[in-house]
């Protein structure tokens, strides 16, 4: 009779775990069909490829971001590097400043110098020791100071058609944007599954001095996972650029807040350990659906902020409850 009543225990709480793992993406369908019932546009065609434009650069940023937050770290340098990748890369393609038209390569570069803050943010965190919100923080105004200089006082304007349409066209009904941010998330989970980055992140981020003594060269494996939130973020200011035809300081001025929220939403842990970027994309959607859908229902922007800072600190509050007595210190 124990024997029964133990099997049945353990089966509840593992419906319970996966009911847990899945109430970020309820939540999403959940959302998509109450605004579908309230607004008769939500599901128009011409308001699904707006909501898919919406969503393509904060999943580049989100998926960057989540290799971070499953340290148990944060990377707050998002804003500055978008920034200035987006001055690099429209200053070294075809613009109306200067005679360079690197093609692709100005791409390749502005993605690469997002790599290098991301290297920066890793090497003060792991051989400095310097906290990875204060280090970030400020390679971030690092960034914005360097995307003010390369501004100059107007912001460049970029006229290479290729990378015009790239970031306004689309394939049919949906946006090229939307398939490159598909391309990178796909990119992002093979590192995450299959490479030694993407499955020690979960290892650290967990347990940090057990990953240590287990003999895990802990401080490359933090490094890289920076340097691949940097390079997102180095492609979202490009791909930005492209969308709106300039490069200045303020492009990813609201990327931050939106990638750390997607993040939560989607269920990884601020504490690290827990989430991946599936679940990121998952996030994503939630924070996009919110937004727009209160938009067609007439609620102004004061409001969904509030509804947004409301939803974060619900998400975070029920994804980290089963972990509140292990849970001591906010890292």
């Not at 319970?16 to 369908?29: F, S, T, Y």
């Given at each position: ?35 579908a ?74 993605t ?59 394939w ?6 939307f398939l ?28 940090e ?102 939803v ?20």
């Open positions: 009779m124990s024997h029964t009543k133990a099997t049945a225990s353990v089966s509840m709480s593992v419906w319970r775990h996966r009911l847990a793992d899945a109430g970020p993406l309820i939540a999403l369908v959940v959302l998509v069909l109450v605004f019932l309230v607004s008769p546009i939500f599901l128009s065609q011409g308001n699904l490829s707006i909501l898919l434009t919406q969503l393509s650069i904060p999943i580049v940023v989100a998926t960057g971001m989540t290799f971070v937050i499953l340290l148990g770290s944060i990377d707050l340098s998002v804003s500055g590097v978008m920034a200035t990748s987006s001055l690099v890369f429209v200053l070294l393609a075809q613009n109306d400043r200067n005679d360079i038209s690197l093609g692709f390569g100005a791409l390749l570069i502005a690469l110098v997002g790599g290098a803050f991301g290297i920066l943010n890793g090497l003060l965190n792991v051989r400095l020791g310097i906290p990875s919100f204060m280090a970030t923080l400020g390679t971030g105004a690092i960034g914005i100071g360097v995307a003010t200089v390369l501004f100059g006082g107007r912001a460049p304007r970029l006229i290479d058609e290729g990378f015009r349409t790239l970031g306004t066209g689309s049919g009904p949906v946006p090229l944007l490159v941010s598909i391309l990178v998330v796909a990119a992002a989970w093979g590192v995450q599954r299959y490479t030694k980055v993407g499955r020690y992140g979960y290892v650290i981020g967990g347990d001095p057990i990953a240590k003594l287990s003999g895990i060269a802990v401080g490359p494996y933090k490094v890289a996972a920076f340097v691949l939130a940097g390079l997102a973020s180095g492609l979202a200011g490009s791909l930005s650029a492209m969308q709106l035809g300039v490069g200045s300081p303020q492009i990813g001025g609201d990327a931050l807040f939106a990638a750390i929220t997607a993040v939560v939403l989607g269920g990884t842990l601020l504490v690290g350990g827990r989430g991946g970027v599936l679940r990121s994309l998952v996030g994503v959607g939630i924070l996009v659906v919110l937004a727009n859908g209160l938009i067609l229902v007439g609620f102004d922007s004061s409001v969904q902020i509030a509804v947004q800072g409301a974060i600190i619900v998400a975070v509050a029920a994804t980290g409850w089963r972990l509140r007595r292990r849970i001591r210190v906010i890292k």
